[in-house]
């Protein structure tokens, strides 16, 4: 089945410390998206990549990074910079191959929860 | 920045009766979306409306557009236990049609009472 993996599903992190969220998907989409959600809010976009070897910052970049160096892959870092990283990490993908497809819907992962102990 | 605002944060309603979730947003739209989340699982994509239609049906769902008034509205009938969920509109406001992007509004939660 095609579809969007990100593991882990739960993960801590100690004061200090990056740690590196994974995304893979086999649905062959070019763009993918990274996307945080805090208790009871909506989401707020972290970072996107149209094609391979390209992103682009979203809104709450800081603290954060990536790397697109595979179609399938865009993980995720949160680095020691990012303040307050406890929170739920969805990552996203959708093709772009936009005259065939009369669906501009993501597809998303189900998510990892970062917790900072 | 968040674009969509979902409206009301919350909703209860009886199984069987329909549930109305309304959207509204700021800026021109290309299309607008809806999105449904279970308790600490993923988004699923429901259902999409361009910014030149103002209706479109899927199974039970309707949802309505109204690009004058930048708002948007999600019904479900005949409502089931199993809808209970978080539903988030999202729009795509994208100019140019690269670097395309959604922004996604806090979401409704809905609760359907057996």
């Known amino acids: 089945d095609g579809g969007i993996t990100q593991s882990p599903k739960y993960l801590f992190r100690k004061e200090g410390q990056n740690v590196t969220l994974s995304c893979e998907q086999n649905l062959n989409h070019d763009a993918m998206y990274w996307y945080r959600q805090d208790p009871g809010q909506g989401l707020r976009l972290i970072y996107y990549?149209?094609?391979?070897?390209?992103?682009q910052k979203g809104d709450i970049a800081e603290g954060y990074s990536v790397s697109r160096e595979k179609k399938e892959s865009f993980p995720l870092t949160v680095t020691s910079a990012q303040k307050n990283p406890t929170a739920f990490y969805l990552c996203?993908?959708?093709?772009?191959?936009?005259?065939?497809?009369?669906?501009?819907?993501?597809?998303f992962g189900s998510g990892t929860r970062l917790t900072v102990v | 920045s968040q674009q969509g605002e979902e409206d009301p944060q919350a909703l209860s309603i009886q199984e069987g009766e329909n549930a109305t979730m309304n959207c509204s947003y700021k800026?021109?739209?290309?299309?607008l979306q809806w999105y449904r989340q279970n308790s600490g699982r993923g988004l699923v994509h429901l259902i999409l409306i361009r910014s030149n239609e103002r209706e479109k049906h899927s199974g039970r769902l309707r949802v309505t557009l109204d690009t004058s008034k930048k708002s948007s509205s999600l019904l479900i009938t005949a409502s089931r236990a199993a809808d209970t969920a978080s539903y988030f509109c999202?729009?795509?406001?994208?100019?140019?049609?690269?670097?395309?992007?959604?922004?996604f509004g806090k979401g409704t939660l809905l609760t359907v009472n057996p």
């Open positions: 800026t021109s739209i290309n299309n």
């Open positions: 999202a729009t795509d406001a994208t100019r140019g049609g690269s670097n395309y992007k959604l922004t």
């Open positions: 990549s149209q094609i391979v070897n390209d992103f």
């Open positions: 996203a993908s959708r093709t772009t191959w936009v005259r065939s497809s009369t669906n501009y819907g993501y597809t």
